[in-house]
């Protein structure tokens, strides 16, 4: 038998299914924001992710990212997982196999592409959006993921951190976000943002994500061990830390605090503590925390009128701020103290891993924009993005799927 | 006195009612109903069985005015809810017997306003 640690690899496998359950988590906090035609669409975008990304990544898609191979991505080596199987590969884990490592990877890969779907929510055709996130998925994600936590990769090699995916997943969503909600325009008809349709599935989806994400930032520590608790508690705090400061805000700027203002301001707490929880102390996820809603809420409430984009759902507003805020608070708060594997930021005397974390935040945000315009480009010509104005008013649920989620006579 | 239904498509709705208040008709009942003119519905599909002919969501809306109220009230939803294709609704005019303000018992063309 290999040299494997069964508590480490029992954790991550049981961190894998964790981040699985994210993926529904998200269909429900997406699904109750849309307008009640179009939330089977949404719902629908997510389990499609599940299942076609799922398959993608078993085929291709962890051979392309984390096989050793070129400077781009990975090789071809371990497509259909030919090789994966119950060894070690040491450059990943030293105690866990390859083919868990391998299944706890492939929620990230399921969930990244999910996440840019709040973008253009209500407004999408079915065929255009599963095109859309096979490529995106294989021409984006696969070799930024290859660079931030391959074999060889060169912003792993420079020096860039990224605990659980602050740049790889959150950064490179909300860009891609931001870049889609530009090219497909904004919804129809709309005098004003319609109210979400059912916040207490808002609810329910925060509840589910805040749980999966302590499988997202604690299992990404790969083991049983004083990185992966400390990552569990600065998730915890800053996820908490984010809730009160969006409160505080909206009670200070609106006169009363929000149901939907506090999970959002949760959710953006933990997209930007994700790139920094194994790098830093719980005080300095309180401190992150607090800070994710304030500059997550200018991206929602200011910049998003000002510029009048229709992020529908704010995909780039808290997943994209919010990861980028925190991928560069990894270069001020990281501790070699907290995390020996890791570190010094700014505030423990290492000004260059500011600018080494700035740096890979620039090239992500190049390299997602120019790919999702291209792949969008591509799609657009061959399958159409958008729907048709009638299909759209008539709702996607509708007109894409041809059922719908709720009744009013039986 | 004069009640005036409109049966709209859920999308005009602020549209029709912004154009109403430029009116000055401020008063109405706004009801989510089901329903199909000449559209004849759409098709659904639940677990590979197929149902056509379903029932299209509208909104029903209630306005009632005074007789000089009453070419303006109906101009004004005719701009706010047209668009030009089918499935744009109608608007029923109905005489208006009587109307009581509850709070003070009014009736009439007072208790309408």
């Known amino acids: 038998m290999p040299n494997f640690n069964a508590a480490d690899t029992l954790f991550v496998l049981i961190s894998a299914s964790f981040v699985m359950l994210m993926s529904p988590g998200l269909a429900l906090f997406y699904g109750g924001m849309v307008r009640k035609k179009n939330i089977l669409s949404v719902l629908m975008q997510c389990f499609a992710a599940l299942c076609l990304l799922s398959a993608a990544w078993v085929i291709f898609g962890y051979s392309l990212t984390f096989a050793p191979g070129s400077g781009f991505w990975g090789g071809l080596q371990w497509v259909v997982l030919k090789g994966v199987g119950f060894e070690l590969f040491a450059e990943y884990s030293a105690t866990v196999p390859n083919n868990v490592f391998m299944i706890y990877q492939c929620m990230f890969a399921v969930i990244t592409p999910a996440l840019i779907a709040g973008a253009f929510a209500e407004r999408i055709r079915f065929s255009a959006y ?19 936590w391959g074999s060889g990769g060169w912003l792993r090699n420079m020096g860039v951190l990224d605990f659980a995916g602050g740049i790889v997943v959150h950064t490179s969503a909300g860009i891609a976000a931001l870049v889609m909600t530009l090219l497909i325009g904004r919804r129809k008809s709309l005098p004003h943002n319609p109210s979400p349709h059912n916040l207490p599935l808002v609810a329910i989806g925060t509840g589910l994500l805040w749980f999966g994400w302590f499988g997202f930032n604690a299992g990404s520590a790969l083991g049983v061990n004083a990185v992966a608790v400390n990552a569990f508690i600065v998730t915890n705090s800053a996820a908490a830390a984010s809730g009160i400061s969006w409160c505080i805000l909206e009670w200070v700027r609106n006169g009363k605090p929000t149901l939907f203002g506090l999970l959002t301001g949760c959710i953006a707490g933990l997209a930007t503590i994700t790139p920094c929880a194994g790098f830093v102390t719980p005080a300095a996820g309180l401190l992150i925390g607090f800070f994710a809603s304030i500059v997550c809420f200018i991206g929602v409430a200011l910049l998003k009128p000002k510029f009048n984009y229709d992020d529908s759902l704010d995909a780039f507003g808290v997943h994209g701020i919010g990861g980028i805020f925190g991928s560069l608070a990894v270069g001020l708060y990281a501790s070699r103290s907290v995390n020996p594997a890791g570190a010094d930021g700014y505030f423990y005397g290492n000004l260059r891993q500011l600018g080494i974390q700035t740096l890979g935040v620039l090239v992500t945000v190049l390299f997602v924009a120019i790919g999702t315009v291209v792949i969008y480009k591509l799609v657009d010509f061959f399958v159409r993005m958008r ?24 | 006195m004069k009640l005036i239904i409109a049966i709209i498509q859920p999308h005009r709705l602020d549209h029709v009612r912004a154009e109403l208040y430029k009116q000055d008709v401020n008063l109405l009942s706004v009801s989510e109903i089901l329903g199909h003119g000449r559209q004849k519905g759409v098709t659904e599909v639940y677990r590979g069985v197929k149902e056509s002919g379903n029932l299209l969501r509208k909104i029903r809306l209630e306005i009632a005015v005074n007789e000089a109220f009453v070419e303006r009230t109906v101009a004004a939803i005719v701009r706010g809810a047209k668009t030009g294709r089918t499935g744009d609704g109608k608007i029923f005019i109905v005489p208006l017997d009587e109307c009581v303000r509850i709070r003070t018992e009014e009736r009439g063309s007072t208790a309408i306003g």
């Not at chain 1, 095109?131 to 290859?146: A, D, E, I, K, Q």
């Not at chain 1, 299909?391 to 059922?403: R, V």
């Open chain 1, 130 to 148: 599963l095109l859309f996130t096979l490529l995106w998925s294989t021409f984006v994600y696969n070799p930024l993921c290859h660079w931030v």
């Open chain 1, 387 to 410: 729907v048709d104005e009638e299909d759209e008013l008539l709702g996607l649920d509708l007109s894409q799927h041809h059922e719908r989620a709720y009744t009013i006579l039986e």
